[in-house]
């Protein structure tokens, strides 16, 4: 079996090679789509990651502003707030939030303003 199995290897070499050549590309497509479906589910946890930040920071930053005692400390809590919403419209300007996010930063920043 084996002698006739090495035989037949040897007078097909060329036909071999092109099915092995094509197998290795099925396999090579195979992995790009794998690798595509993870970084789109990996792009989702950011999507998340990016609005739970957002929104956190905004409430800091609200909170600060609402909690300071004297002028001084407002003053520089509303400073702080309005450079964080500056920040924040400019990556929504540069489209840097996630499809998702955008919008809700849209709403928040219309809404703190």
Same mark, same amino acid.
């Given at each position: 079996?084996?002698?006739?199995?090495?035989?037949?290897?040897?007078?097909? #070499?060329? =036909? @071999?090679?092109?099915?092995?050549?094509?197998? +290795?590309?099925?396999?090579?497509?195979?992995?790009?789509?794998?690798?595509?479906?993870? @970084?789109?589910? =990996?792009?989702?946890?950011?999507?998340?990651?990016?609005?739970? &930040?957002?929104?956190?920071? =905004?409430?800091?930053?609200?909170?600060?502003? &609402?909690?300071?005692?004297?002028?001084?400390?407002?003053?520089?809590?509303?400073?702080?707030?309005? #450079?964080?919403?500056?920040? +924040?419209? =400019?990556?929504?300007?540069?489209?840097?939030?996630?499809?998702? +996010?955008?919008?809700?930063?849209?709403?928040?920043?219309?809404? +703190?303003?």
């Amino acid at each position: 079996m084996f002698p006739e199995l090495w035989k037949f290897v040897l007078e097909n #070499n060329a =036909a @071999i090679s092109a099915i092995a050549a094509c197998v +290795s590309a099925i396999l090579a497509f195979g992995g790009l789509l794998f690798i595509g479906y993870q @970084i789109k589910y =990996a792009g989702n946890g950011l999507d998340l990651q990016s609005l739970q &930040r957002f929104n956190l920071d =905004a409430a800091e930053r609200e909170q600060a502003l &609402r909690c300071a005692a004297d002028k001084d400390q407002k003053e520089q809590a509303f400073i702080e707030f309005l #450079n964080f919403l500056e920040v +924040s419209a =400019a990556a929504q300007n540069a489209r840097l939030f996630p499809k998702v +996010s955008n919008r809700i930063v849209v709403e928040k920043l219309c809404d +703190s303003i």
